[in-house]
């Protein structure tokens, strides 16, 4: 017995300082992109794909003129001498500019200020290939891309935190397979990162093997998260599929070493194009596993389903498109052009909405509907690009009538940038009051429903009658899958009145040790949200109608006069917060409902003991 104690510590201990040197080498590679935001890193104005061919001479920079691939006399169609270049020798000046532009983003690569590189050129056609000296400039990022680079990098923190947290604190192949998807697809910049070690051409072709085995890692977490969330466990059907997933991890780590090929001679831009393409598909293939297990599931746990499904359908697809405009010449062969560094980095941004739903879901076992947050954040989109695009061109206007127009960078900063903020504050809780009217009518019918009990309540003609409309209007109203009303009776708080979802042998009285949560909602005084699990008692409803919501009726009573409970939605989702409002106000109705019966008891009392006063003989 000591010694499987001692084994399960020595696996436990290994399994957390594997997950530290992991955090913090994801941290590592991303933080670096916060000296960007604060200054420019520089960059050739020279856009190549993974088979070396030259397909923009001008981004990042706004015109030829400032681009030294530009003025070097460079042109599109051009081409670098791979086999030439190659890093067959690490540390020759040949490699140290080949890993300058190919190694790590390839298509578009930013540099340390004054670097030297030196090139050989391959003409279109047949021709001697020449040398090409260049020398990196400054590359200033405006400041809605400073924004949107400095949002990325939280944000690419804040991803890798919640995965870390999830393994921290739950500890199994579902939350593993999650942080190792975290590490590397999360919105993180790394050509900071790659622009340090630019000089060390063996570090650098170090950090591409490892972040082959990272991408590899990476899919292969995705498909075991996928198999077991929400409850961490299988089914016999995907559990015969787990085995192949290490396979599935080194066949994409092979892929991507390939993709690195072009640093030792070989063209890999069909390699690269059919990597990410392929991304997609498994991508689509995590997001139909998850759609088929959601049959398997319960009501809880398949809303719990729903929030990661909308995560992966919304982020997954946002960053595989935005790699492929970063590191790729596939959207240029296509389109003619490339995204914006705005563009993309908005696209990495939208990726990181996977932490918030994915970690949501894993954190609670009883979550409210999936979509509340999608309407909210939709809303929320649309008018920061309704707002923020107008803001954005009316920048790029004014600077391209010469710098008398052009405001200075504190006026956007202190002035143009919180009015802006302000309005789409404003505008947005106006949008989503419109938009809950428009597409959430259940709720506001049930407010009208609770409003109506809520005056036959007040006018409750006894304790049983407002027992019974206390549980009742609210599970009928917002179709609750239980409800009970628990009153002081003799001393203690007994179920009174006719229950939803409860056995009528089920729990009758509350203790105060044992439910001392319940007590806790009466001092409280307000509705108290109890976690799924959290409160486990003989005779409760079955779990799928347990109750997940306190609420207290206190009146003028020090320990209130009687607490409601209620059950989940029957579709399984959480009670939200402006349902747990709205109950409230229904159950402060009834405390006055209850306070007005007991009047009138009293008043009973009193008159039939002075009825019987005059009937007793002096």
């Given amino acids: ?62 015109s030829a003129r400032d681009s030294p691939a530009a003025r070097a006399g460079l042109v599109p169609g051009e081409r670098l001498d791979l086999a030439r270049m190659r890093c067959t020798a690490p540390e020759s000046p040949a490699c140290a500019s080949l ?49 949107v680079l400095l949002a990325d990098t939280v944000v690419g923190a804040l991803f890798i935190a ?23 697809f999360n ?50 059907f995907w559990r015969r599929l787990e085995p192949a997933l290490p396979w599935l991890g080194a066949a994409i780590a092979i892929v991507m070493l390939l993709c690195a ?67 790729s010449g596939l959207l240029y062969d296509l389109w003619g052009t490339l995204p914006s560094q705005v563009a993309i980095g908005l696209l990495y941004l939208f990726h990181g909405v996977i932490a918030y739903f994915v970690g949501t879901a894993v954190r609670r076992r009883r979550v409210v509907s999936v979509a509340i947050p999608l309407r909210r954040g939709a809303i929320l989109t649309a008018l920061t690009l309704a ?22 960078g504190w006026v956007w900063a202190v002035i143009v940038g ?32 609770l409003r109506e009990a809520g005056e036959a309540i007040l006018h409750g003609k006894d304790f049983a009658a407002i027992d019974r409309l206390l549980a009742e209007a609210p599970a009928e109203g917002l179709r609750l899958s239980s409800a009970a009303v628990f009153r002081w009776i003799d001393g203690a708080l007994r179920r009174a009145g006719p229950s939803i979802g409860w056995a009528e042998n089920g729990l009758a009285t509350l203790d105060r040790e044992r439910d001392a949560q319940i007590f806790a909602s009466l001092a409280r005084g307000a509705p108290l949200p109890l ?53 409230g106000e229904f159950a402060a109705r009834a405390a006055f409902g209850y306070e007005r019966a007991e009047i009138e008891r009293l008043r009973s009392e009193v008159s039939a003991l002075r009825a019987a006063l005059r009937t007793t003989p002096s």
């Fill in 1 to 62: 017995m000591p010694q499987r104690r001692f084994h399960r510590f020595f696996h436990r201990f290994l399994g957390r300082l594997l997950l530290l040197v992991l955090t913090g080498w994801a941290l590592t590679i991303i933080l670096p992109a916060l000296y960007r935001v604060a200054e420019p890193l520089s960059a050739f104005g020279l856009s190549v794909d993974n088979d070396g061919v030259i397909f923009s001479i001008v981004t990042p920079f706004a």
């Fill in 99 to 147: 890993v300058t532009l190919l190694g790590g983003l390839g298509g578009l690569q930013y540099t340390r200020p004054g670097r030297r590189i030196t090139l050989a050129i391959l003409p279109p056609h047949a021709g001697p290939p020449r040398l090409v000296h260049l020398t990196a400039a400054p590359a200033p990022l405006g400041w809605p891309a400073r924004l």
């Fill in 162 to 184: 919640v995965a870390f947290h999830l393994v921290w604190t739950r500890p199994s192949r579902m939350s593993w397979g999650f942080f190792l998807y975290a590490i590397w």
């Fill in 187 to 236: 919105p993180g910049q790394t050509y900071a990162f790659y622009a340090l070690i630019q000089p060390w051409p063996p570090v650098l072709l170090a950090e591409q093997f490892l972040e082959a085995l990272a991408q590899g890692a990476a899919y292969a977490g995705l498909f075991a998260f996928a198999f077991r969330f929400p409850t961490a466990e299988p089914d016999p």
């Fill in 261 to 327: 090929g072009n640093l030792f001679g070989f063209q890999t831009e069909r390699i690269t194009d059919t990597a990410f393409l392929a991304g997609y598909v498994l991508d689509f293939a995590a997001i139909l596993v998850l759609l088929l297990r959601l049959r398997e599931l319960n009501p809880q746990d398949e809303q719990r389903m729903r929030w990661a499904i909308a995560g992966c359908a919304i982020g997954l697809p946002a960053f595989i498109f935005a790699e492929i405009s970063q590191s």
């Fill in 387 to 408: 707002l923020g695009v107008p803001v954005l061109y009316l920048h790029e206007a004014l600077a391209s009538y010469g710098e008398g127009l052009d405001l200075p």
């Fill in 418 to 449: 919180p009015i802006t903020l302000l309005i789409l504050t404003r505008m947005h809780e106006l949008s989503v009051d419109l938009a809950d009217h428009a597409f959430n009518r259940r709720y506001h019918h049930a407010r009208e429903e």
């Fill in 531 to 583: 976690p799924r699990g959290q409160w486990q008692r003989p005779g409760l409803p079955a779990d799928d109608q347990a109750p997940c919501l306190a609420v207290p009726v206190r009146g003028g009573e020090a320990e209130g006069i009687a607490v409601a409970l209620f059950g989940p939605h029957l579709s399984g989702s959480d009670i939200n917060a402006d349902e747990r409002a709205l109950i």
